[in-house]
C-alpha cells in the first residue's frame, strides 16, 4: 500500500506530465511558448516553468530561448505511449465510443496501436464473439479479460516506449491474415500526404495492417488533420472511414468527395 508521500509524489508527477504534455500542445499550434505565460496558465513559478522547459530541452522536445522555447521539429518528433496518455483524453474517448458504433458481434478486426484505439479497445466487453489483432500490448492484456474477445497479438521487436511490436516477423504474419475491418491510429493526417508517423519502421507495419483489412478506419482526433509526420504509410484514398471529434468543413467536404466517410464524434 502506497503512503500518504508517496500518493503525493505520483500526484505531483501525473501532474507535470500533463502541464509539459500541454507545452509540447502549445508548440504544435503556435511553435513558441513563453515563460510568463505559462506561469499565469498553470498557476506555477516562473522556476518551475523554466525547470519544465530544461526537463523537455534535455528529452529532444524543444529549444530554450530567453524567455520562453521554441518547436525543437515538426515532422519527426514523436511523444511516447506514457505521454500521450494524459493528452486529448476526453477527445479519444468521445471517438472511440462512435467508433465502438461500427463493430458488430462476431467483427474479426484489427486495433493498431495508439491512446485512441486503446479507448476503444476498454469498450469492447460491449461486444461478443470478437477476434481482435493488435501488435499493442496494453491493449492485448485489456483484451485478454474480455471473454468476448480472442486476441491474436502480432510478433516481432518491441519498440520500447510505445507497447507495441515492429519488425519483418509481424509484417509476415499480418500477410498470412485477414480481417473485416482495421481500426488505425496515425500521428498526423492531411489531404497531400495522407497518413504518416514519425518512425518509418512504424510505418511498416502500419501498411502491412492495413493490407489486411476490406474496410480501414482511421480514429483521429482534430489536432492531427492537417498536419504531417516523417513518414506517410497510407495515402486518403485507403481510408474508408475517418472518426474524429473535429474537422474544417473545407476538409470534411474534399474527404466526402474522395469517397471517405467522416463521422465527428458528439
Do not use: W
Request: glycine fraction near 8%; charge should be positive; hydrophobic fraction near 40%.
Amino acid at each position: 500500500m502506497r503512503t500518504k508521500k508517496e500518493t503525493k509524489e505520483t500526484e505531483n508527477d501525473l501532474f507535470m506530465e500533463e502541464r509539459k504534455i500541454r507545452i509540447l500542445e502549445l508548440l504544435r499550434a503556435n511553435h513558441t511558448v513563453n515563460v510568463n505565460e505559462l506561469s499565469e496558465l498553470f498557476k506555477v513559478s516562473l522556476p518551475t516553468i523554466r525547470t519544465y522547459l530544461r526537463d523537455m530541452e534535455n528529452n529532444g522536445l524543444l529549444i530554450r530561448t530567453h524567455g520562453g522555447a521554441i518547436s525543437h521539429s515538426k515532422t519527426g518528433f514523436e511523444l511516447t505511449t506514457r505521454q500521450k496518455e494524459v493528452g486529448m483524453l476526453n477527445e479519444k474517448k468521445r471517438i472511440a465510443l462512435s467508433a465502438l458504433g461500427l463493430i458488430e458481434n462476431g467483427d474479426t478486426i484489427i486495433l493498431d496501436t495508439g491512446t485512441t484505439t486503446m479507448e476503444l479497445a476498454r469498450l469492447l466487453n460491449r461486444r461478443q464473439n470478437l477476434t481482435v489483432v493488435t501488435n499493442d500490448i496494453g491493449i492485448a492484456r485489456v483484451l485478454e479479460e474480455y471473454p468476448g474477445c480472442t486476441v491474436v497479438l502480432i510478433g516481432g521487436i518491441v519498440r520500447k516506449g510505445f507497447h507495441c511490436t515492429v519488425g519483418l516477423s509481424g509484417i509476415q504474419m499480418c500477410s498470412q491474415l485477414s480481417v473485416d475491418k482495421a481500426f488505425m491510429a496515425a500521428n498526423s493526417f492531411s489531404l497531400a500526404k495522407g497518413l504518416s508517423t514519425p518512425d518509418q519502421i512504424h510505418a511498416e507495419i502500419k501498411k502491412a495492417m492495413m493490407k489486411m483489412a476490406g474496410t480501414v478506419i482511421l480514429l483521429c482526433d482534430g489536432s492531427k488533420i492537417g498536419k504531417v509526420s516523417f513518414a506517410t504509410f497510407a495515402s486518403t484514398d485507403e481510408v474508408n472511414v475517418l472518426v474524429t471529434d473535429a474537422v474544417d468543413k473545407n476538409v470534411r467536404k474534399e474527404l466526402e468527395k474522395r469517397g471517405i466517410e467522416v463521422i465527428t464524434a458528439s
